[in-house]
T-cell receptor, first 112, second 117 residues
Framework: KQEVTQIPAALSVPEGENLVLNCSFTDSAIYNLQWFRQDPGKGLTSLLLIQSSQREQTSGRLNASLDKSSGRSTLYIAASQPGDSATYLC???????????FGGGTRVLVKP | GAGVSQSPSNKVTEKGKDVELRCDPISGHTALYWYRQRLGQGLEFLIYFQGNSAPDKSGLPSDRFSAERTGESVSTLTIQRTQQEDSAVYLCASLKARGAASVETQYFGPGTRLLVL
């Protein structure tokens, strides 16, 4: 059974610092890994999707890496801003079943 | 509409009552998912619809939970005889999936917050 773990569960940084969020998964038989952002009272917004054959994806200040063999992904957010405050969820799309398995999320607070 | 919509946005009910939650996916999206998110936790998969195929119900926690979808349109999630542990946010997502589902992202609705007293 696929398990996805995110560490830390919560993170508080001053504005301008870089954020590093970690995600690990137990079963390397994945098609892709996705990072989502969740704001209070709202649904999830997809940030980055990394195919299993890729090592990283970048979008603006966001960069996500994937090491499938070790079951790890890291989301980097450069030069954090208060607007980056949210919960960040990683999820893996399993090789069978057409479904996403989510981690518990990391709650991020960027202080002005 | 531009995105996935869900109704109601909030629902308070008494233990033992039935509730029905609705999801309107993005037009043209063949796949639809229901997830549950308990307070402070990640999302749990509940059920998956893909076109006219039999749904994947492997995530439904008990026989009190059921869901329907007609074709590629609206879906309803029904919880019978609600219990306090059913309190959670119920999220719906849709996916185009015309090609390989693995290269596409799911689009999520805002969720329905269910509180069972």
């Amino acid at each position: 059974k696929q398990e996805v773990t995110q560490i830390p569960a919560a993170l508080s940084v001053p504005e301008g610092e870089n954020l590093v969020l970690n995600c690990s998964f137990t079963d390397s038989a994945i098609y892709n890994l996705q990072w989502f952002r969740q704001d209070p009272g709202k649904g999830l917004t997809s940030l980055l999707l990394i195919q299993s054959s890729q090592r990283e994806q970048t979008s603006g200040r966001l960069n996500a890496s994937l090491d499938k063999s070790s079951g790890r992904s890291t989301l980097y957010i450069a030069a954090s801003q208060p607007g980056d405050s949210a919960t960040y969820l990683c999820a893996v799309f399993k090789a069978a079943g057409n479904k996403l398995t989510f981690g518990g999320g990391t709650r991020v607070l960027v202080k002005p | 509409g531009a995105g996935v919509s869900q109704s109601p946005s909030n629902k308070v009910t008494e233990k033992g009552k039935d509730v029905e939650l609705r999801c309107d996916p993005i037009s043209g999206h063949t796949a639809l998912y229901w997830y549950r998110q308990r307070l402070g936790q990640g999302l749990e998969f509940l059920i998956y619809f893909q076109g006219n195929s039999a749904p994947d119900k492997s995530g439904l926690p008990s026989d009190r939970f059921s869901a329907e979808r007609t074709g590629e349109s609206v879906s309803t999630l029904t919880i019978q005889r609600t219990q306090q542990e059913d309190s959670a946010v119920y999220l719906c997502a849709s996916l185009k999936a015309r090609g390989a589902a693995s290269v596409e992202t799911q689009y999520f609705g805002p969720g329905t917050r269910l509180l069972v007293l």
